[in-house]
């Protein structure tokens, strides 16, 4: 195993982590089988192998789970002959026991975080909800409002939309929680507008739109999931935060051995070496070692695969073509014309009945699918090296995270043609990278965030936190900072989210306090691709609550929020953890356009 990985290529150019596209080389390298005394017999790792379509024996069923509070399954979990959809509670993780405690007031904003982010649920049932009853996009609808009449819509106006789910029967829901997405297209424009989408949990939602350009625009909505799929991801989350496989080498001499290593281990189990960051405390363990290789013997740290058979066959089928990021009809026309703005007289605005909101208001939309901010600050087009040379030069580009923004440094070394690459013989995906441009006194750097980041080997000297590269900065107006981190978190409770991004804003607002003329982006998270499978690692549901926390905690921060959630929404191309070329131009104009705001 440790040979197949270690033979990465020293050299960049696969294509970037994604979760995903390592799949196919590693594919049934071997499925093993864990066995933690009794209880744990179903630990079924079969690596790499996610594709397996889901093919349980009726006694595979649901993996009984492991929780270092009770590591007895209760009997209705174990019940090998409810091999239904999900219907209970999820039970709390047992990752959360394993970081340091939060203090009164952290404990508290969680608190606060969690309630802000919280997702309608579908009623507790005691039994499972058969697929049939479930939300379908085929039979649902939605009506552009009012549904009778002609009324004349203006730029400064609001739309709406009523959205109406039914059932595989075609059956009115009766509850919310499913996850819609929706925006304004106008193609021949190039215009497109993410839309705010409220739960009325009743199984109808309103998508409302601002109208904020001249012409025809069409409303599309798509359903990313159905509510009784949310509820299977959010147990996975809760019930199987190391669902993702990390693994260490440890080495000394001739002597080598590889264990599990997360940051959510079940620490009773087994002696474990513990890699708690002193600094910033976060948590990360692996299992000791036992041929006698003490903990500081370890090497490197690389993804090693995924769980398997987490979910039933029937909970399977929620996650099918017909149910996965599908476009819904209108009923009636889906398009509506847009007259002028009329002159001194606010727009009408939808009046929406409560509900909870799932999506803020947008802060931006395209026209000629060119990114412009609600905000007011202009977003310049940088079409020529000699513009972002310009706006540039004498500075220093620091890029942290993972390759959502690594796709800035790869998109800047590939454009600048003065920009040149130093070879560090860094790992293909990790990095460190640098470039740098002598003449104009330019200095590109990336680097990826700490654990879980899930990429192949690197050594255990480059796993560094965030937090702590940022106190290593001098900062000023000389300096960039662009960070994103959000990808490789989606698999965990979303308190290992706020915990890191706790310690990041610290950093961040103690570099602000030292260097106010420091320039810092954080990049939110996007939509992205994703087959049936994949998503119970990287749904969009996951990156859409991270996103949620993400948006409150730097509120009030004197950063730039890059949007990526509505640049990858409102636009026309497919959806990619990747997002393509012309999005990543867009982002990186809004980015240079703050570095360097126009002068009145
Ligand atoms: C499961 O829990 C019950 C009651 O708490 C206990 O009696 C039993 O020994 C446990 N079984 C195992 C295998 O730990
Ligand atoms: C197991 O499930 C079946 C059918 O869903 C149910 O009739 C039975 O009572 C359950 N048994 C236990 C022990 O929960
Ligand atoms: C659902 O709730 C909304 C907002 O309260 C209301 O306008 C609508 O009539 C309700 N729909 C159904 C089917 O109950
Ligand atoms: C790991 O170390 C940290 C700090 O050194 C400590 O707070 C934590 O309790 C340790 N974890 C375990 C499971 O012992
Ligand atoms: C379409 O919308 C109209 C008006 O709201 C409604 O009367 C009709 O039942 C809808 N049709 C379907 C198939 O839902
Ligand atoms: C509509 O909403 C916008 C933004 O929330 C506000 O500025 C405007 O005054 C509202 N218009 C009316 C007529 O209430």
């Known amino acids: 195993m440790s040979d197949t990985v270690s033979r990465t290529p020293i050299r960049r150019r696969t294509p970037g982590v994604g979760a ?125 409002m009012p549904a009778e009449g002609d009324r004349e819509r203006h730029v400064g106006d609001q739309l709406e939309a009523r959205v109406v789910l039914k059932d595989f029967k075609g ?95 079940p620490t009773n189990q087994k002696p474990v070496c513990n890699y708690t960051d002193i600094l910033t405390g976060e948590p990360w363990y692996c299992y000791k070692p036992s041929q006698g290789l003490s903990c500081d013997k370890r090497r490197n740290h690389f993804r090693a695969g995924y769980q398997n058979n987490l979910i039933t066959d029937k909970e399977a089928l929620l996650f099918q073509r017909t149910n996965l990021k599908v476009r ?83 998109f800047l070394t590939s454009f600048l043609p003065e920009l040149k690459e130093f070879n560090l013989r860094s790992p293909a995906q990790a990095g460190p990278f640098m470039a740098v441009d002598m003449g104009q006194n330019i200095m590109l750097n990336y680097r990826s965030h700490g654990p879980p980041i899930s990429y192949l080997p690197l050594s255990v000297t480059q796993l560094r936190y965030v937090a702590n590269e940022l106190e290593g900065l001098v900062g000023g107006s000389n300096t960039v900072v662009i960070i994103s981190i959000w990808a490789h978190f989606t698999t965990f409770p979303v308190e290992v989210y706020i915990r890191r991004l706790r310690h990041i804003r610290r950093a961040v607002v103690r570099l602000l306090e030292r260097a106010p003329e420091t320039m810092i982006v954080l990049r939110s998270a996007n939509l992205r691709g994703q087959s049936l499978q994949e998503s119970l690692i990287v749904s969009d549901w996951f990156a859409v609550q991270l996103d949620g926390v993400l948006r409150s905690m730097f509120k009030g921060v004197n950063i730039l929020l890059l949007d990526a959630w509505e640049m990858t929404l409102a636009h026309h191309l497919p959806h990619n953890i990747h997002p393509s070329v012309p999005i990543i131009k867009n982002m990186i104009n809004t980015i240079l356009s703050h570095v360097c705001p126009k002068k009145k």
């Open 328 to 410: 819904m009809y209108a009923n009636g026309s889906d398009t509506v014309k847009v007259l002028y703005k009329k002159k001194d007289k606010p727009g009408e605005n939808s009046t929406i009945e409560t509900g909870t909101p799932l999506m803020t208001t947008p802060s931006g939309y395209y026209f000629k699918w060119s990114w412009r901010m609600l905000s007011g600050v202009v977003i310049q087009e940088y079409n020529d090296p000699a513009s972002i040379n310009q706006c540039l030069k004498g500075k220093v580009v620091n890029i942290y995270g993972d390759s959502t923004v690594r796709q800035y440094y790869e």
């Open 171 to 265: 059956r009115l829901k009766s509850y919310g929680g499913d996850f819609l997405v929706a925006r304004l297209q106008s193609p021949e424009l190039g215009a497109g507008v993410a839309g705010q989408v409220v739960d009325h949990n009743n199984g109808t939602y309103s998508a409302v739109f601002p109208l904020l350009w001249e012409g025809p625009v069409r409303v599309e909505v798509t359903l990313i999931h159905p509510s009784e799929a949310i509820a299977v991801l959010r147990r996975l989350r809760e019930e199987h935060p190391d669902r993702v496989l990390y693994k260490s080498e440890f080495r000394s001499g001739s002597v080598s051995e590889t264990t599990m290593c997360n940051m959510c281990l």
């Open 20 to 144: 995903m596209n390592f799949l196919s080389k590693y594919k049934h390298i071997f499925g093993l089988l864990v066995l933690f005394g009794l209880i744990f017999r179903f630990w079924n790792i079969a690596i790499l192998d996610v594709f397996k379509k889901y093919s349980l024996s009726p006694k595979q069923v649901q993996p009984c789970l492991k929780s270092t509070v009770s590591p007895n399954c209760t009997l209705e979990r174990c019940n090998i002959s409810s091999n239904g959809l999900s219907h209970l509670k999820p039970k709390q993780s047992f990752c959360r026991d394993l970081g340091q405690e939060p203090s009164p007031e952290e404990a508290l904003e969680e608190r606060n975080l969690l309630k802000s982010i919280s997702w309608p649920e579908p009623p507790q049932r005691s039994t499972p909800t058969p697929l049939e009853e479930t939300s379908d996009a085929a039979h649902s609808q939605f009506v552009v």
